[in-house]
Nanobody, 124 residues
Framework: QVQLVESGGGLVQAGGSLRLSCAAS????????MGWFRQAPGKKREFQAA????????GYADSVKGRFTISRDNAKNTVYLRMNSLKPEDTAVYYC?????????????????WGQGTQVTVSS
C-alpha cells in the first residue's frame, strides 16, 4: 500500500502559476504510475495528467495541455504538477493518485490509491 499527501494548493489570480506536490510513502515509489485529477463543486472527478514509472511517458487532458506539466522525482518519492496560465475554471480540489504497474506507460484511470486533495482557487 502507498500513502499520498498533496500540498501546494492555494489562492492565485488568473494567469498565475502554482506547483502542486504529492509525497508518497509506503511501497517503492518507482513501482507506481501516477496521476493528477481534479474535482470542482458539483462536478465529477476529472483526469488532468499522468506520468509513467519514470519521467519519460506523460499524458494530459486536452483542457490543460500546454499549461500543466507533470513530473516526478523518484529519489524524493514525489510527483509534481506545474500549473501555468491558470484560469478561474481551474478552481477545484486536486488529487494525486497511484497505480501499481509493471508497464512504463501512463494511465487515464483505474488508480488504486488516492490522496486527500489540495484546494486550488483561481480568482478572476
Amino acid at each position: 500500500q502507498v500513502q499520498l499527501v498533496e500540498s501546494g494548493g492555494g489562492l492565485v489570480q488568473a494567469g498565475g502559476s502554482l506547483r502542486l506536490s504529492c509525497a508518497a510513502s509506503g511501497r517503492p515509489f518507482s513501482n507506481y504510475a501516477m496521476g493528477w485529477f481534479r474535482q470542482a463543486p458539483g462536478k465529477k472527478r476529472e483526469f488532468q495528467a499522468a506520468i509513467g514509472r519514470s519521467d519519460v511517458n506523460t499524458g494530459y487532458a486536452d483542457s490543460v495541455k500546454g499549461r500543466f506539466t507533470i513530473s516526478r522525482d523518484n529519489a524524493k518519492n514525489t510527483v509534481y504538477l506545474r500549473m501555468n496560465s491558470l484560469k478561474p475554471e481551474d478552481t477545484a480540489v486536486y488529487y494525486c493518485a497511484a497505480i501499481m504497474t509493471s508497464s512504463s506507460g501512463w494511465y487515464r484511470g483505474g488508480y488504486d490509491y488516492w490522496g486527500q486533495g489540495t484546494q486550488v482557487t483561481v480568482s478572476s
